[in-house]
């Protein structure tokens, strides 16, 4: 209230009905800023599969969504031999109990199908240059939408279980990189993608199909190397629109794993790949960032990820506060820190990108993860 100045009972109870309209103004403007994202917007990539308590946790946390691997060289790795499902089924289980979303990325292949590249274990090409690679990948794919889409085997077998099928697939992981596919080709993706639009859609007309997450600007992509080892993923995206004729009906979203040294850089990275898209007239498709992430590893001049316990929260902070306030700009529908727990040899920055290191314990990153997410850090 105005110093020396005497109110009259009216004007006092005017002055405090004003004020509480304003805070009450403000408070719902918070609020709406903070959930204005769609539903199940904040995901995470756990690298290996989380207990059933660490499951619960995640969800007390405020995450929506996790992002899992099904892989045809673990699910069948003898030619013509039985689909193992075990461990797929170990993380739904999980995940559902905890009522989280699941969004599955179906890749790899078994060295009878696709010869395997020793340096980084990947398939030299994707399975689509014989007979036996395109019969096996599609029939591969159709076994997982068979078992996790509507009416699924796994819902039969597991009825004490929330039904939560799963609806949107993702086809092949950062094939523009040779870490998962030696020899990244955007037309071989293009024939791969009608491949598993065609079994995905012959199972579930109503399932949801993105692209395998790009990565937005792997070093390898400057190398003059023939055929070359990546590309960077707007190029790879424009590649694919004009190798592939029709490809614009066959899937719903992009996806991009817009690793950078700083979450300065995120708008350029995406922004590149959504002009692709109005190039090709198609920016009414969806935009997802399937992983995204920094380490928490000390800070060396080899390791530019690496950003120390702080830094990594306040990358953390920085990238999800562009993300949030860009959200209606970019069309985009999902966020997926990478990841849950360091993991050790599993890549040049894995034992440090988790929310939680050794024993579980949460990092700053997770209590500033919760703060966008809205839940609980313990």
């Known amino acids: 209230m105005p110093k020396g100045r005497k109110w009259g009972a009216g004007k006092l109870r005017a002055y405090v009905a004003i004020l ?4 009450a103004v403000l408070t719902a403007f918070a609020s709406s800023a903070t959930a204005a994202v769609p539903a199940n917007f904040w995901g995470i990539v756990p690298q290996a ?7 619960q946790r995640l969800k007390r946390g405020g995450v929506d969504s996790i992002r899992t691997p099904i892989g045809w060289s673990t699910v069948q790795p003898v030619a013509g031999g039985p689909f193992d499902w075990s461990a797929v089924d170990t993380v739904i289980r999980g995940a559902v109990t905890a009522r989280l979303e699941v969004l599955p990325f ?3 292949a078994p060295s009878w199908a696709v010869p395997i590249n020793k340096r980084f274990g990947s398939p030299m090409t994707l399975p689509v240059r014989t007979g036996v690679q395109r019969s096996g990948w599609k029939n591969f794919v159709r076994q997982a939408v068979l078992r996790y889409g509507p009416n699924g ?7 004490e279980l929330p039904m939560r099928p799963l609806r949107t697939w ?4 950062e094939q523009n990189f040779e870490y998962f596919v030696a020899r990244p080709n955007p037309a071989e993706y293009g024939k791969l993608l009608k491949l598993s639009y065609s079994a995905i859609k012959g199972v579930d007309r109503g399932a949801k199909i993105l692209l395998g997450g790009l990565f937005a600007a792997p070093r390898e992509a400057e190398f003059k190397r023939k055929p070359p080892l990546a ?3 707007s190029d790879f995206l424009d590649l694919l629109y004009k190798t592939t004729p029709g490809v614009k ?5 992009i996806a991009l794993h817009p690793y950078t040294t700083t979450y300065k850089r995120l708008p350029r990275y995406i922004e590149e790949s959504l002009d692709v898209l109005k190039a090709h007239h198609d920016a009414g498709k969806e ?7 920094w380490s928490s590893q000390k800070p060396t001049p080899n390791n530019s990820f690496a950003k120390g316990r702080s830094g990594q929260a306040a990358q953390l902070k920085g990238a999800f506060r562009i993300l949030r306030d860009n959200q209606r700009k970019w069309n985009l529908q999902r966020i997926y820190w990478f990841s849950v727990d360091d993991q050790e040899n599993a890549c040049n920055f894995c034992d440090g990108s988790g929310l939680f290191g050794e024993g579980f314990a949460p990092k700053p990153a997770w209590f500033a993860f919760t703060q966008f997410s809205g839940g609980k850090p313990n």
């Open 287 to 293: 935009l997802w960032l399937t992983e995204l992430g």
């Open 20 to 23: 509480a309209i304003s805070i």
């Open 249 to 253: 009906s066959k899937f719903d979203g």
């Open 106 to 108: 179906v890749s790899g």
């Open 153 to 159: 085997g796994f819902w039969a077998e597991n009825p």
């Open 49 to 55: 599969t989380p207990t059933p308590e660490q499951f």
């Open 170 to 173: 993702q086809v092949w992981n």
């Open 231 to 233: 590309y960077f993923a």
